[in-house]
């Protein structure tokens, strides 16, 4: 590793340091770069490509980050199973919105799938009549009496 590639995979990774919450930054951002620049100068990533270190590194940064500042907000630490019975909790203490969101996804359910099934009947399987292909539709138009376009049925 040069100095270059380490001084830059630092700098990108001082600035994923900033997603933190200040007070974190202050306690631990200087034992975190010092960690990064023992990785660096490990001889297991010597031969290994510095953007994909950076990468790996971000990525676990945003997943302590997200934790980090769920915690500096107050919500606990109980992982999803507490978000689920939070979540229930408040969809039985307001049964009106719950009544109204589970109404309104019924309907977006419902009215969704008759939509694909008319596209489905008529554009996509094609209609039901032996040779559908030589249907014709024919329409002519009168301006002078007014019509734009009038439909016209053969007799």
Known sequence: MNGRDG????SAYRLV???YPRSFRRRNGDAMIESLRDRLADPRYRGCNRLRLLGLLIED???AVWRERRGAQGSGRGG???DVRFGLKLLYRDKVTT???TVALALGTGLSTVAFAVVYGTVLRGLPFDHAEQ???FERANRAEGFDSLAVTPP
Do not use: K, N, P
């Open 7 to 10: 001084g830059i995979v630092e």
């Open 17 to 19: 340091l900033y997603l």
């Open 61 to 63: 940064t945003w997943s």
């Open 80 to 82: 999803w199973r507490e």
């Open 99 to 101: 009544g109204v969101a």
């Open 135 to 137: 249907l014709v539709h």
